[in-house]
């Protein structure tokens, strides 16, 4: 049975939170906030109404969570009357506190997600590193990883493009990610991830290592202005492969976005590609592949506004073979993550979607240094 101390530090803990929050103001603030969608013409501009109503919604997060935290923690301090009355036992006082103390820990790390861009939805890619199949293999595990986690959390997704393996697995795969605060959970899968098994597609059973790469930026909308120079732009159009019917190969629906960036602040130029094939209908991926091309130049100007942070951007690995940010060891067990040093042996769980413990090391790290 938890004792009154362990009680009362909950309490410090959530009362300290909800002050740190400044639930209070934000209170006010969204009833100044919804008194601006009164007005007839509210609705005439999409995009500022639309970026109102997101940042009204975003307060009652704050609000709402606050509260429902601070009801688990009372239900806690109300079942330490109800075990002296006979009413509940020990064990169920327990799980009233695990189940406040979860609620707590997961609302001081959303209050660790504070940059501008954590809240917005995510662009995810996974390509395959060398090494053929087995490489191409474990990029499709990864990709069943973050479906998963995805599934967990209630998040919305959608394949955006997807090029299969040669005999098995996928080449790469563009994964859009809807739901809060989405990229600033996943912004901790950034970088190569590392497999070491007794591979399937070896004769002799030999101890293999695969790579695969990840990486995720920050799903821009119409509230954010990116300029595009129209005259850096070209398209192409193509037959769409894989499953999908008589249409999707007779039909040049998929499209494929190429832009000539030149970095405004060193002036190196580099071509961005972007493809889409995630619909049937060619303007409708098209537009999507508009938005991804502004994700990424959106994800290059946050680079260069975080350049003062060189001291956080250090503690991350550079996306390159040999420099992985995290390694499955299947034969032995364990899952290491080598920015935060947690690991974990619980490799089945790992590879079904159960990486919250990682996100969690990680922005604790992020938010310490």
Same mark, same amino acid.
């Given at each position: %049975?938890?004792?009154?101390?362990?009680?009362?530090?909950?309490? =410090?803990?959530?009362?300290?939170?909800?002050?740190?929050?400044?639930?209070?103001?934000?209170?006010?603030?969204?009833?100044?906030?919804?008194?601006?969608?009164?007005?007839?013409?509210?609705?005439?501009?999409?995009?500022?109404?639309?970026?109102?109503?997101? !940042?009204?919604?975003?307060?009652?997060?704050?609000?709402?969570?606050?509260?429902?935290?601070?009801?688990?923690?009372?239900?806690?301090?109300?079942?330490?009357?109800?075990?002296?009355?006979?009413?509940?036992?020990?064990?169920?006082?327990?799980?009233?506190?695990?189940?406040?103390?979860?609620?707590?820990?997961?609302?001081?790390?959303?209050?660790?997600?504070?940059?501008?861009?954590?809240? *917005?939805?995510?662009?995810?890619?996974?390509?395959?590193?060398?090494?053929?199949?087995?490489?191409?293999?474990?990029?499709? *595990?990864? *990709?069943?990883?973050?479906?998963?986690?995805?599934?967990?959390?209630?998040?919305?997704?959608?394949?955006?493009? %997807?090029?299969?393996?040669?005999?098995?697995?996928?080449?790469?795969?563009?994964?859009?990610?809807?739901?809060?605060?989405?990229?600033?959970?996943?912004?901790?899968?950034?970088?190569?991830?590392?497999?070491?098994?007794?591979?399937?597609?070896?004769?002799?059973?030999?101890?293999?290592?695969?790579?695969?790469?990840?990486?995720?930026?920050?799903?821009?909308?119409?509230?954010? =202005?990116?300029?595009?120079?129209?005259?850096?732009?070209?398209?192409?159009?193509?037959?769409? $492969?894989?499953?999908?019917?008589?249409?999707?190969?007779?039909?040049?629906? $998929?499209?494929?976005?190429?832009?000539?960036?030149?970095?405004?602040?060193?002036?190196?130029?580099?071509?961005?590609?972007?493809?889409?094939?995630?619909?049937?209908?060619?303007? !409708?991926?098209?537009?999507?592949?508009?938005?991804?091309?502004?994700?990424?130049?959106?994800?290059?100007?946050?680079?260069?506004?975080?350049?003062?942070?060189?001291?956080?951007?250090?503690?991350? !690995?550079?996306?390159?073979?040999?420099?992985?940010?995290?390694?499955?060891?299947?034969?032995?067990?364990?899952?290491?993550?080598?920015?935060?040093?947690?690991?974990?042996?619980?490799?089945?769980?790992? %590879?079904?979607?159960?990486?919250?413990?990682?996100?969690?090391?990680?922005?604790?790290?992020?938010?310490? =240094?």
């Amino acid at each position: %049975m938890i004792t009154t101390e362990q009680l009362k530090e909950l309490q =410090e803990r959530v009362t300290a939170l909800c002050r740190y929050l400044d639930i209070d103001s934000k209170k006010i603030e969204v009833e100044e906030e919804e008194l601006r969608t009164h007005v007839p013409d509210f609705w005439q501009d999409q995009k500022a109404a639309e970026a109102q109503m997101k !940042k009204i919604k975003m307060l009652h997060f704050w609000i709402d969570s606050c509260k429902e935290v601070q009801g688990a923690v009372d239900e806690v301090a109300i079942g330490f009357d109800f075990v002296k009355e006979g009413v509940i036992d020990e064990s169920e006082l327990d799980n009233l506190y695990a189940v406040a103390l979860d609620k707590t820990e997961k609302l001081e790390l959303r209050n660790m997600l504070r940059h501008e861009e954590d809240k *917005m939805d995510a662009i995810l890619k996974i390509n395959s590193g060398a090494g053929g199949t087995e490489s191409q293999d474990w990029a499709s *595990m990864l *990709m069943r990883l973050y479906l998963r986690w995805c599934e967990r959390h209630g998040y919305k997704t959608a394949i955006e493009h %997807m090029v299969d393996g040669d005999e098995a697995g996928i080449k790469s795969v563009t994964i859009s990610v809807e739901g809060a605060f989405a990229f600033g959970y996943l912004k901790s899968e950034n970088g190569v991830h590392r497999l070491v098994r007794v591979s399937p597609y070896n004769a002799q059973g030999k101890r293999m290592t695969s790579f695969a790469s990840v990486f995720v930026t920050p799903l821009v909308d119409d509230t954010i =202005e990116i300029t595009l120079d129209p005259a850096r732009i070209s398209w192409d159009t193509f037959r769409s $492969g894989g499953a999908g019917g008589q249409n999707v190969n007779k039909v040049e629906s $998929g499209v494929r976005v190429r832009y000539q960036y030149k970095d405004p602040y060193t002036g190196e130029e580099e071509e961005i590609l972007v493809e889409n094939t995630e619909t049937r209908d060619q303007p !409708k991926n098209k537009e999507n592949a508009l938005r991804n091309l502004k994700s990424i130049l959106y994800n290059k100007e946050l680079e260069h506004r975080r350049e003062e942070q060189r001291k956080i951007e250090d503690s991350k !690995k550079k996306i390159e073979w040999g420099s992985q940010i995290r390694s499955y060891v299947f034969d032995d067990r364990r899952v290491k993550d080598h920015r935060t040093n947690y690991q974990t042996s619980d490799v089945n769980s790992v %590879m079904d979607g159960d990486i919250d413990e990682f996100i969690k090391a990680y922005l604790m790290q992020f938010s310490e =240094e």
